[in-house]
């Protein structure tokens, strides 16, 4: 995105304003650590965090380590999601297939079989987009949170196939890898301690 034309909307005293120009941004004595975001983005950052803004404003770029943290009922939620999506994608499958067959009644029973395929397709796209520069899982994405390594960076797919690998140790503490994130300041399962990663939302501004 070029941010050298645009407007974009700035927190004054705990309050969002603008839209402004970057000329007068400019003129405004913004603090590194004042929340700005260009018009329409969904999220504030402070000043420093936003790389190519804080050079045009002769701020020093800076990252910051996480602070927002995805609770695990939000978590727990986008997990349905993303199940109920790959569910969608065996049962569209499911059905091409009943209309290729002559005898699809003796093919119901390995369908019914190939439910247990869904738990694949959800650990694929999981993967896939926590990977991606989206940073998420479809269900992820329409809960508002996102992953990334324990410095806020994106994880890339090395580490979102080892964090999905590790889910594991969720199901063979019967469930206890999952909810010790109820224990952890950041949330974070034993799955994520393992991978490096978290679980973050945006800032509530």
């Avoid at 999601?81 to 049962?91: E, K, L, P, S, T």
């Amino acid at each position: 995105m070029d941010l050298t034309v645009g407007q974009y909307e700035v927190v004054i005293q705990g309050k969002p304003q603008g839209p402004f120009t970057l000329d007068e941004l400019r003129t405004m004595g913004l603090r590194p650590t004042d929340f700005v975001k260009p018009a329409g983005h969904p999220e504030f950052k402070e000043l420093r965090e936003i790389a190519e803004l804080s050079k045009l404003l002769n701020i020093a770029y800076e990252t910051t380590a996480p602070q927002y943290f995805a609770s695990l009922d939000m978590r727990l939620l986008s997990t349905a999601i993303d199940y109920f999506i790959a569910f969608c994608i065996y049962a569209a499958l499911a059905a091409v297939i009943l209309g290729g067959v002559e005898d699809a009644q003796n093919t119901v029973p390995s369908l019914v079989a190939g439910l247990m395929l869904i738990p694949i397709f959800k650990f694929i796209l999981s993967v896939v987009m926590e990977g991606s520069k989206k940073q998420a899982s479809i269900g992820k994405m329409l809960i508002g949170v996102k992953v990334t390594d324990e410095q806020g960076r994106p994880i890339r797919y090395g580490k979102a196939l080892l964090r999905n690998i590790a889910k594991l140790t969720g199901v063979l503490t019967l469930g206890f890898g999952f909810f010790s994130g109820f224990f952890d300041r950041r949330q974070q399962c034993l799955h994520d301690k393992i991978a490096g990663t978290l679980v973050i939302k945006d800032r509530l501004i």
